[in-house]
């Protein structure tokens, strides 16, 4: 369909209205990572100057803070479950930042960065179907000898990560378990993180059933209805989770980097956090 005029300004004036405490928590949220961040890109760290668990959070923290910015510009606009996907990769990141930091940081962080060569080995897989599949002339000489090289040493790391973890196959992903159990493994507030946010969400990102049943409107005899518009549906939950979700990495971020004083500022906003949601439910209890 054709959307009127001003049609996503008027939703978005209606959701800045309508949860402006809520953004502007958010916000806040957003500028105090800005600034931790903008502090330890002044001080010109190098990759050898840090531990492999730093090198780990400061590009989870980066992907996170993206996905926290789009989250709120998709509510503003009325598109609450389409902001809850992006909270699912949130919180699969949390799950494994709080699993590696909690479980075993030193050996977790070397399983996670070496398991780069299992994917470049699926990458490997990925060009050469590729290639077969759309017959693209094979190399030659200089260059078939370097690819190889690449494909052996790939191949070798593959064998020592088998090996080192007793792993033919990672069953899962890079820890060898599933989201759901590296949660469980990583305390009852990753636990419950999983079963809320994680899975709520999945059912979303899989199409499942019960999820796809509130994008059609069949009470109507004989008629069905899209219900694929712009709304609030799932705009205040995914404002409230990403808050939720993206200040426990943030607080992880922060003590990593003995940012003291942005970890004391942000027990202030997650104290906000809870007057603004217990005010919510006063409100509508």
């Not at 992907?63 to 909270?87: D, M, P, W």
């Not at 190399?139 to 070798?156: F, H, M, S, T, Y």
């Not at 899975?199 to 899209?226: C, G, M, V, W």
Request: hydrophobic letters at 35%; a neutral charge; glycine letters at 4%.
């Amino acid at each position: 369909m054709e959307y009127p005029k001003d049609f996503f300004e008027i939703i978005k004036r209606n959701v800045e209205n309508k949860y402006k405490e809520h953004l502007e928590l958010n916000k806040r949220l957003y500028n105090l990572v800005t600034s931790a961040i903008e502090q330890i890109n002044a001080k010109g760290l190098r990759d050898e100057e840090l531990d492999l668990f730093s090198l780990i959070v400061i590009p989870m923290l980066a992907k996170t803070r993206k996905h926290y910015n789009s989250i709120q510009e998709l509510c503003k606009l009325g598109f609450g479950e389409e902001a809850g996907i992006i909270v699912r990769s949130m919180a699969n990141a949390l799950i494994d930042l709080t699993y590696i930091s909690r479980c075993g940081k030193d050996d977790l962080s070397e399983r996670w960065a070496r398991f780069d060569w299992i994917i470049k080995g699926h990458k490997v897989e990925i060009a050469e179907m590729m290639d077969n599949r759309y017959n693209v002339p094979s190399l030659q000489g200089v260059e078939l000898k370097k690819w190889e090289a690449i494909k052996n040493e790939i191949r070798d790391q593959i064998d020592k990560f088998r090996k080192d973890y007793k792993s033919e196959q990672p069953k899962y992903d890079w820890s060898g378990y599933s989201i759901k159990t590296k949660a469980e493994k990583a305390g009852k507030d990753m636990e419950l993180l999983y079963h809320t946010v994680y899975r709520y969400n999945s059912d979303i990102e899989h199409s499942n059933a019960t999820a796809l049943d509130k994008y059609i409107d069949d009470d109507t005899p004989k008629k069905i209805q899209f219900l694929s518009e712009p709304g609030e549906s799932h705009v205040k939950d995914n404002l409230r989770e990403s808050f939720n979700v993206f200040i426990q990495i943030a607080i992880i971020f922060f003590e990593q980097f003995g940012l003291e004083d942005f970890k004391k500022k942000s027990g202030e906003l997650i104290n906000d956090f809870l007057k603004l949601y217990k005010k919510n439910i006063n409100q509508h209890g």
